[in-house]
């Protein structure tokens, strides 16, 4: 059975190669869609209830299971009759509206296990909590509120309500934006800053303004965090789209920004050729699960953006094309670039921005987007290679870090690669919100393979760090439902903080250091 399910895991679509199937981008998601299963409906358990009754061991719980891979998603027939969004007018609405795209899903957290470190989420984060659906039709707005399609309806409503109940019970914390703290103390609506954080600031403009920045100098400075200010002009610089020297830098934005327009004209138009439809479908289909919870990513202008910025990056890379995952990695870049507008960028609206400037907030987020992907590209060619190596890494570094951890997945059959490839094809991005992804991508960018070696230390430290609630979990579906649903939604800067300090300290100690501190 064991040998079986593993098959069933890495069975893909064969529609778009290299693809997979689609996940709700929230920030506590589903399961991976690997691990997606149809249940009988005698057996069907009702998370609500987790404890009563739990399969103790993998084998136990697969044989009460179907694999429900082979279930097609309801097709879209009319997505490729939608009018050519054109770049003079890109606010223009697709056929299917944004209130009808977003999905409003969260997380239902049923372990007590973990209740001692769970916050409530904010008010519009704890409506029909626990939906996992397999595709955006299920969902119909009617009078302004979400039902399910009567067709395919299994939500229990009392489950909803007394889930909702038990997350009201909880010890009250502050909400804290989902887009607003995504920076250092200097972001709009926080304290002013301490002399320190003045001295920092400072310390980045005289490096930026130099004729020629010293980027060792800068990534020293940056990893630790980069401040609001500076930290688009500094991104660009650290992910190498733009040169060190201060002179030729406007030459080479303008240049760059000018070929990537003359791209959208050469190729965007394919997009409903035979060859590309599927690639541009399965796009089509992902964006508006790309942080459905943030409005700003709602707005018709801005997937406009996102469509526009992945079909040609996934032309421009048949190798492995449009891959699922990769929409998740132009948010950060989008959001820091447009914050050089903009000082509230949850709130604000991309259309009514000049057309100028959402030309370069485009191109600019297109170029550093896929100077990341060239050093992650095995990630997502076929069978993606870079993904199994990563998660066999963390598995051995793992049991050298914390044997009691791996022996307890060991104990309950639970492979690294059931819950870590979401962690290594989402960059943790499914697991953290927006604001402490892009603290984590400053030092990311800042390290030398920050976003290859050094992430393997970061999943690990962020493992170690649900310690108690792991080994407190004694069954397969109880472990599987706690590392797909961590508790993360309050993190912020501090958070990241100390999890990128154990990364380091993880990273001395078992890569770095000399061979007699090794285990």
Request: proline share 6%; hydrophobic share 35%; charged share 25%.
């Amino acid at each position: 059975m064991a040998t079986e399910n593993r098959i069933h895991f890495w069975r893909r679509n064969a529609k778009v190669p290299g693809s997979v199937q689609p996940v709700y981008g929230a920030q506590h998601p589903p399961l991976d869609p690997r691990l997606r299963r149809t249940y009988p409906k005698d057996t069907k358990p009702k998370f609500n209830n987790l404890k009563s009754k739990k399969a103790s061991s993998f084998h136990e719980f697969a044989r009460s299971t179907n694999d429900a891979w082979d279930i097609d998603e309801e097709e879209d027939e009319d997505f490729l009759s939608t009018p050519a969004p054109t770049l003079s007018s890109p606010s223009r609405h697709h056929s299917t509206s944004a209130q009808d795209q977003q999905q409003q899903i969260q997380d239902d957290d049923t372990e007590t296990g973990v209740s001692d470190r769970l916050a409530p989420p904010s008010t519009e984060a704890l409506d029909f909590q626990d939906v996992q659906e397999e595709d955006a039709e299920y969902w119909e707005h009617v009078n302004g509120k979400v039902v399910k399609s009567s067709s395919d309806a299994h939500l229990n409503m009392s489950s909803v309500r007394s889930s909702l109940q038990k997350q009201q019970s909880l010890p009250v914390r502050a909400i804290i934006p989902l887009v607003a703290r995504m920076s250092d103390q200097n972001a709009s609506g926080a304290p002013p800053m301490t002399v320190r954080e003045k001295s920092r600031l400072d310390k980045f403009k005289q490096l930026l303004a130099s004729p020629n920045t010293d980027l060792e100098e800068l990534r020293k400075h940056s990893w630790s965090g980069i401040p609001r200010e500076v930290r688009p002009i500094t991104w660009r610089l650290l992910s190498g789209y733009l040169p060190a020297n201060k002179e030729r830098r406007e030459l080479v934005m303008k240049r760059k920004r000018e070929e990537y327009f003359g791209f959208i004209e050469q190729y965007y138009h394919s997009r409903t050729d035979e060859h590309y439809k599927d690639t541009y479908r399965q796009i089509h289909i992902d964006i508006p699960r790309t942080n459905p919870l943030i409005p700003l990513f709602q707005q018709p202008a801005v997937q406009e953006v996102f469509e526009r910025i992945l079909f040609i990056w996934a032309i421009r890379h048949p190798a492995s094309g449009y891959v699922q995952g990769i929409n998740d990695l132009v948010t950060p870049f989008f959001v820091v670039f447009l914050s050089e507008f903009v000082k509230d960028v949850e709130n604000s609206e991309v259309a009514a921005l000049p057309l100028d400037t959402q030309r370069n907030i485009e191109a600019d987020s297109f170029w550093c987007m896929s100077k990341l992907l060239d050093g992650i590209q095995d990630n997502y060619t076929f069978a993606q290679p870079g993904i199994q190596n990563k998660v066999k890494a963390l598995e051995e570094l793992v049991s050298r870090i914390d044997e009691d951890i791996h022996n307890h997945f060991k104990r309950y059959e639970v492979e690294y690669l059931q819950f870590a490839f979401r962690w290594m094809n989402n960059l943790l991005m499914r697991e953290l919100p927006l604001r402490c992804t892009i603290r984590l991508w400053d030092t990311y960018q800042a390290e030398t393979e920050g976003f290859t070696h050094f992430h393997l230390y970061v999943c690990s430290a962020f493992l170690i760090e649900w310690r108690k609630e792991i080994l407190s979990m004694v069954d397969f579906q109880g472990l599987l439902m706690l590392l797909q649903n961590l508790p993360t939604i309050h993190w912020g800067n501090e958070e990241v903080g100390l999890l990128l300090a154990e990364a380091y300290r993880l990273k001395y100690m078992f890569a770095d250091a000399p061979s007699h501190y090794k285990r």
